[in-house]
């Protein structure tokens, strides 16, 4: 059974950064693809950013330039530095790992508000 765990969600205020963290309970080149995905109250869940297996990145538009995905193959542990935060960022951040099938971390809550 694979395990993701997420962390490092809180509160910032508009301008400010986070650094998320997903760590996996295997290897990360087990994973076709690993993500970050989010969904804000009465909104579906949405695409933010995604590595695959061979290292390139995908952004939603609406965070390109701001946010940055990235991993550590000897953690195990994909990253989502977020900068430039706004309130429309405002989400359940979840981690996803997609092999046989989709995996996904409990989610960790980003709020950005002044």
């Known amino acids: 059974q694979v395990q993701l765990v997420e962390s490092g969600g809180g509160l910032v205020q508009p301008g400010g950064s986070l650094r998320l963290s997903c760590a996996a309970s295997r290897s990360i080149f087990s994973f076709n693809d690993m993500g970050w995905y989010r969904q804000a109250p009465g909104k579906q869940r949405e695409l933010v950013a995604s590595?695959?297996?061979?290292?390139?990145?995908n952004y939603a538009d609406s965070v390109k330039g701001r946010f940055a995905i990235s991993r550590d193959t000897v953690k195990n542990t994909v990253y989502l530095q977020m900068n430039s935060l706004k309130p429309e960022d405002t989400a359940v951040y979840y981690c996803?790992?997609?092999?046989?099938?989709?995996?996904w971390g409990q989610g960790t809550q980003v709020t950005v508000s002044s």
């Open positions: 590595i695959t297996y061979g290292g390139s990145r």
């Open positions: 996803n790992a997609l092999a046989d099938k989709d995996y």
